[in-house]
């Protein structure tokens, strides 16, 4: 008994021995399977280029027995084409569950938990609605059963547990101007997805995010904490919300009710409601740019939201749910610590309603909105209903001393502010553009005895006073009156004042003054937009008066408008449009009804300085209407111009935010395009001493410039580079912005061939043996196509005629002529000079084809024809003239040699492959008389045996020749020459 079991107690432990051992060396023994199957997984599924650390694979079976445990680091995910510069993934490292028995037995391999520490995702949406996140491959879930490949999907997904770790999202849609990102992100959740029915848990909790949408401001450093139970049934694609809590801030909400995903849009039922009904718990969602300082706030007052969305959602069918919200603010009061007055009786009753799902039906019902601040008491209602038609019916009404708001909210940019400021507006009627309606309105706006000084600025503003009020009694456009009497300010002791009416609104009748002086700098700090920064001072004398459809018709002397215009030292910069940022020393410009004379504007955009005067006209029509033309017939005069600092950066734009925080700092990658406006119509005459293009330098720029209709034209540009000189006519087309078009006639002269192949990618790319060549090239390209997105041209695209002529050079070191050197025996054709080129090339559908041209190599007349692809291959076809035999090596004449005599041939010769790889093939001499040589070397050899066989014969001391001697012999002359077909 005690031997059996030390038998079993032996065995056991070595059966346990051998598991340790298999699970210390399986691992090694296949983990260079594993990376091929994970490689091949990553080619077979995923349309972009994915790199890791291969050294990092670890495999282990100890850590998550019976699982596989992977893990993998410096993982990055890269797009392809549009999107070849831009990073969708950047992990520090992921770790897998897998199952073990997948691997050794199955087909497919199911990976059961991720880990995912420090991921970086930047999601990308073109304008034209392209994902850079689109990176799988083709999705047989939507083939039919005949296109399905035969074999199963390496990795079958069955995820019980997931896990981020300190994650950061970026998304940037352009097609839908939304932006957003959310950094910190942990979360963790479980989920058995082999089954149809499951719960899945989720916990996400992250620390900062923002949501901008057509540069309106949504959530900024918003924290969101989510715990969420969602009941799955994969099989009806059926979710329900059970346990959930959702909390944005302080902001909680709770869902109930259920989303199905049908195979066309979205079916939901949801209703939601506020979790707490704390007054703070509101405040906390509005962003620190309007409510400061959160945690110093003192607050009081209660809160309630609540709504539903219930119906069915789908893009292709136009449809939307219905939904409806709730708010209600009772009693609300808050405080800073620091100031001495409450913001406070905030009471709000408002609802959003589109319960029908339909937008038309669209409901703001502002019942009541009130609010004391301080003593001034604030008062509103408001009533919309409807979109195209709207049903509108608002009262405003406003007492603020302004003396007071300092007392109440945190002005850190404002040393001191006073006045009194009163609103009163009634609106009710109907809003109808279509049918050219507008409701009754009553508005009269006053400001008296105001005063302000920002912060940084060294004087007051003061003496402000403004009168304004709009008004129409009927809901007519002809009736609509808007009046500002009075707007003046003085500043330093310089007065600034202006005045202005508007009516009938059907045909805009109008009258304006403007006088004085203005410090610009002091209107960027009294409204200051982020990124923005501006100065200088402007000088105004201006009276205009009119009607639109005296500007239509274009009768601009019953438009009396006059006065000037002046700036010094003006600078103005823009992080996101304008980061070189201008700055005009001097402008100077008059007015008269039908123009703007620019006397001078001198000034500079970054380096690049300019000089311009002329004239602007249809400037009114400009400013009033949204289809005029602007024209302009301007001089423009610069030492420097760098045309690389206005072209838009493919690779990064700055985020849409410019807040201190690391993550607005990173950039994300667009798609950029250049939109020419199309209500312009400018010609400018230039004259520029140095241009940098790319690569290039052009110096003594002259010729017109034309920019009409979303098109520029360039006509008659001169100027010098790489040591020749240039002439350009062409056109960009930006119609469509997305897919810019150009035209282009461009005659080169005296350009050196290795300068010319390295700086024009047609040349380039068509005529590679340019930079072989030692000479100077003169060229004509006549070419036109399609542009990319980082503007360079789409060379498939590309169409036209190009002319290229070379008087004498020296070619060195091409590979398809050494060969050819090397198969005739002739060294003249190694690095020769050449001289009289004259070639004309067509380039259609991705080739150049060029038609059969002269060229002397060396002591020869050589004949050329033949094309180079986009590709990179050639097809050609040389002729090398009136060779003489002798310089011709006996390998490629064979050993009838002899039997040519002291003629001169023609040789041709076919190279094929590409220009680094070619296949060089000479053909057989070609006689240089009438008849083929071919067939004059084959009759000498038959004079020659019937010579031999005769001369055998009568020689009386020889024995005879056997005839079928003579007859091999002649077979094996006559096997040198091929005979013809």
């Not at 123009?595 to 500079?604: I, K, P, Y």
């Not at 005459?685 to 330098?697: P, R, S, T």
């Not at 008087?807 to 003249?828: K, P, T, W, Y």
């Not at 024809?865 to 291959?873: C, I, Q, R």
Request: with cysteine; aromatic share 8%; proline share 4%.
């Amino acid at each position: 008994m005690k031997k059996t079991l030390k038998i079993v107690l032996i065995s056991v432990g070595a059966l346990i021995g051998l598991f340790l051992l298999a699970a210390i060396l399986i691992p090694i023994f296949y983990k260079d399977e594993i990376n091929q199957a994970i490689q091949k997984a990553i080619n077979e599924q995923i349309n972009a280029t994915v790199r890791y650390e291969p050294n990092s694979l670890s495999i282990s079976l100890l850590s998550d027995f019976p699982n596989l445990s992977v893990s993998l680091e410096g993982i990055s995910i890269v797009g392809v084409g549009i999107f070849e510069k831009d990073t969708l993934l950047n992990l520090k490292k992921i770790s897998l569950g897998i199952n073990l028995a997948s691997v050794l037995l199955g087909n497919k391999i199911q990976i059961k938990k991720i880990f995912l520490e420090e991921p970086y995702v930047k999601a990308l949406v073109t304008k034209d609605g392209i994902a850079n996140y689109n990176i799988a491959k083709i999705d047989t879930s939507q083939l039919s059963s005949e296109e399905k490949p035969s074999e199963s999907a390496p990795i079958s997904i069955q995820i019980e547990k997931w896990k981020i770790e300190n994650g950061n999202v970026i998304y940037n849609d352009s097609a839908t101007a939304t932006y957003a990102q959310i950094w910190g992100v942990n979360h963790r959740g479980s989920g058995d997805f082999s089954d149809k029915i499951f719960d899945l848990k989720t916990d996400m909790r992250a620390d900062s995010m923002l949501v901008i949408q057509n540069q309106i401001t949504y959530l900024k450093k918003a924290s969101i904490d989510i715990e969420m139970t969602l009941g799955m049934n994969l099989e009806k694609m059926l979710f329900q919300f059970k346990n959930n809590s959702f909390r944005i801030n302080d902001l909680g909400l709770k869902f109930d009710g259920w989303l199905q995903m049908p195979q066309e849009g979205y079916e939901m039922d949801i209703t939601f409601q506020s979790i707490d009904n704390k007054f703070s718990s509101l405040l906390s969602m509005i962003p620190g740019v309007y409510i400061r300082d959160l945690k110093n706030l003192k607050t009081n007052g209660t809160f309630s939201l609540d709504g539903f969305v219930k119906g069915k959602y789908s893009d292709s069918l136009q449809l939307i749910p219905g939904f409806l919200v709730n708010l209600k603010i009772n009693d609300g009061m808050f405080q800073y610590q620091d100031l001495p007055t409450a913001i406070q009786n905030i009471g709000l009753d408002m609802t959003l309603d589109v319960s029908r799902g339909n937008l038309s039906d669209l409901l703001v019902d502002i019942k009541n909105f009130n609010a004391n601040l301080g003593e001034n008491p604030l008062q509103a209602k408001l009533r919309l209903k409807g979109l195209e038609t709207m049903q509108v019916d608002a009262d405003i009404n406003a007492q603020l001393n302004l003396a007071d708001v300092m007392t109440m909210y945190p002005l850190p940019s404002v040393r001191s502010l006073r006045g009194l400021y009163s609103l009163n507006l009634k609106v009710n009627g109907i809003y109808s553009e279509k049918e050219k309606k507008l409701p009754r309105i009553q508005a009269n706006m006053k400001l008296s005895q105001g005063a302000v000084q920002p912060a940084d600025y060294p004087v007051p503003v003061e003496n402000m006073e403004i009168v304004a009020s709009v008004t129409n009694t009927t809901g007519n456009l002809n009736e609509t009156y808007i009046e500002i009497p009075m707007a003046k300010m003085v500043v330093n002791g310089e007065p600034f004042q202006a005045s202005a009416k508007i009516h009938n609104l059907e045909d805009i009748t109008y009258e304006a003054k403007l006088a004085g002086k203005m410090d610009l700098e002091l209107v960027q700090k009294l409204a200051p937009i982020e990124g923005v920064l501006l100065s200088g001072k402007l000088f105004a004398d201006i009276t205009t008066k009119g009607k639109m459809s005296d500007i239509n018709a274009g009768k601009y002397d019953r438009l009396p408008t006059s006065g000037k215009f002046e700036l010094t030292n003006f600078s103005y910069s823009d992080k996101t449009y304008l980061p070189l940022g201008m700055k005009i020393s001097q402008a100077k410009m008059s007015f008269t009804p039908s123009s703007v004379q620019l006397e001078t504007l001198v000034g500079n955009i970054g380096k690049n300085d300019f000089v311009l005067n002329g004239q602007l006209s249809n400037y009114i029509a400009f400013i009033l209407s949204e289809k005029a033309i602007l024209k302009g017939n301007l001089n423009y005069r610069g030492s420097y111009f760098n045309v690389n600092d206005f072209m838009p950066k493919t690779d990064t734009v700055s985020s849409p935010t410019s807040a201190s925080s690391a993550s607005s700092k990173r950039a994300d990658s667009v798609n950029a395009s250049i939109a020419i406006p199309k209500n312009i119509d400018f010609r400018f005459d230039a004259n520029i001493q140095k241009v940098i293009y790319g690569n290039l330098e052009l110096e003594n720029l002259t010729g017109d410039v034309i920019i009409k209709d979303g098109i520029i034209s360039m006509n008659n540009l001169n100027f010098r580079s790489l040591g020749g000189s240039f002439s350009f006519n062409g056109t960009f087309n930006g119609q469509n912005p997305a897919k810019p078009s150009y035209s282009m006639n461009l005659d080169i002269k005296d350009v050196s061939c290795d300068k010319a192949y390295a700086n024009f990618a047609t040349i380039k790319l068509f005529a590679p043996i340019t930079q072989n060549i030692r000479g100077l090239l003169s060229t004509n390209l006549n070419i036109s196509g399609v542009m990319q997105s980082d503007f360079s041209p789409n060379m498939q695209s590309v169409t036209g005629t190009v002319l290229f002529n070379l008087r004498e050079g020296q070619i060195q070191d091409v590979q398809a002529l050494n060969m050819l050197g090397n198969q005739l025996g002739m060294q003249s054709l190694v690095n020769p000079r050449i001289s009289d080129v004259k070639a004309f090339g067509e380039v259609r559908d991705g080739r150049m084809f060029f038609r059969p041209f002269d060229v002397k190599i060396g002591d020869y007349k050589t004949v050329v024809s033949g094309s180079t692809g986009f590709d990179g291959t050639i097809d050609y076809s040389i002729t090398i003239r009136d060779v003489p035999i002798g310089m011709l090596a006996a390998s490629y004449l064979g050993p009838l040699a002899a039997f040519l005599g002291d003629r001169r041939v023609d040789i041709p010769v076919s190279v094929k492959g590409t220009y680094d790889k070619p296949i060089v093939a000479p053909g057989t001499p070609i006689g240089a008389g009438s008849s083929d040589l071919r067939q004059q070397t084959q009759q000498g050899a038959k004079d020659a045996i019937r010579q031999f066989a005769e001369g055998v014969k009568t020689d009386t001391s020889s024995k005879p020749v056997d005839q079928k001697v003579i007859e091999q012999g002649k077979k094996i002359i006559e096997g040198f020459f091929p005979r013809k077909p």
